[in-house]
DNA sequence: GCTTGACCTTCCCACGATGGCAAGGTCTAC
DNA sequence: GTAGACCTTGCCATCGTGGGAAGGTCAAGC
């Protein structure tokens, strides 16, 4: 099977195929005569396991623990169990983060007329910290677990009457 | 005042901060004769009003919007607060899928015995998804509310007896 | 005056995961 | 035989941050 065709049936891309097989998360595929990748229905198997893995938010190293445990046979589930509940557990930091942002941030909004005259209590918390509005801080502890992205479109719908 | 001051001062790394200027997110500083760079308390002002919208999950980019509202007198307080309920908007998507995640593992996690052998729910849901013990996906949108980091010490700790 | 150490400068590299593009080779269907 | 779909490798970009090198500057102590 060429890679296109392991990409469609894994729902992990091409390209990051090659990616996993740079970094070792894969062993190196199969090649044909004429130096086309050739994948057969384990390694699409192992594809899926590391495109779930990897939707369930564990990072590329530590799919590749997952991976390790998983075609170890003398594997003991109790490590396994710690693991996903170590990853669990940094899940529910970052969303503890993220809940006091939404917090701090639908509180102040609150206090936001919202209209067309210029005093906003957003921008009076963001310029004088620490005065009263703002609860306790987020501090984002520089998480493994999410991944940001190129800026989409969605901030910029908000920009309209400031900007033109 | 020196960069490092600043820095002190703001909260923001004197690396962070020569970054926020290179990327126009800081008018360039001062300089002094000997080509330091010399920083007031508007500037720092300014420093602590990034730092925070940072911490609240801003972007960099999003950030230099605020910015530049709060920068505009003549602003509408409703621009500034569609802006941050869209970021708040963000956040909770993000959260809603980070849940999504701990809600799987948790439910697999229950099912794990936790034992020295090696018959594992979790890695059979990985490595057999959507045959029963999985619910609806997380399937991450790739957001630009959080930020990686290089992996610390935490996964390591539950790996221990997998690998000794 | 001279040395030491703490600062500052710019520049490059790395991370994690992914996409994009370019230049070239191969295969398949017509 | 040609077009178009595929494959190959390789490089660049993202986003935000830290690390470090190589060199200039300054202040304190001798």
């Known amino acids: 099977m060429n890679i296109g065709k392991a990409a469609e049936a894994s729902g992990v891309s091409a390209k990051m195929i090659r990616y ?8 190196k595929a199969a090649r044909r005569e004429n130096g086309y990748r050739d994948y057969d229905e384990r390694d699409v198997h192992d594809l899926r396991f590391i495109k779930r893995a990897r939707n369930l ?3 590329v190293e530590a799919t590749g623990e997952l991976l390790a445990l998983w075609r170890d046979k003398s594997r003991a589930s109790a490590d396994v169990k710690a693991f996903a509940m170590q990853h669990v557990s940094d899940l529910e930091t970052k969303i503890s ?3 006091a942002m939404t917090r701090t941030l639908r509180h102040l909004a609150s206090h936001c007329h919202g209209d067309a005259r210029p005093e906003c209590p957003i921008l009076d918390d963001l310029a004088t910290p620490g005065s009263g509005e703002t609860e306790q801080d987020a501090q984002v502890s520089r998480g493994r677990v999410l991944r940001p992205r190129a800026a989409g479109a969605g901030l910029r719908s908000a920009r309209r009457a400031a900007t033109t």
Do not use: R, V
């Open 97 to 99: 983060e993220l809940q």
């Open 57 to 59: 938010g564990f990072s």
């Open 20 to 27: 996993y097989e740079s970094i070792g998360l894969l062993a």
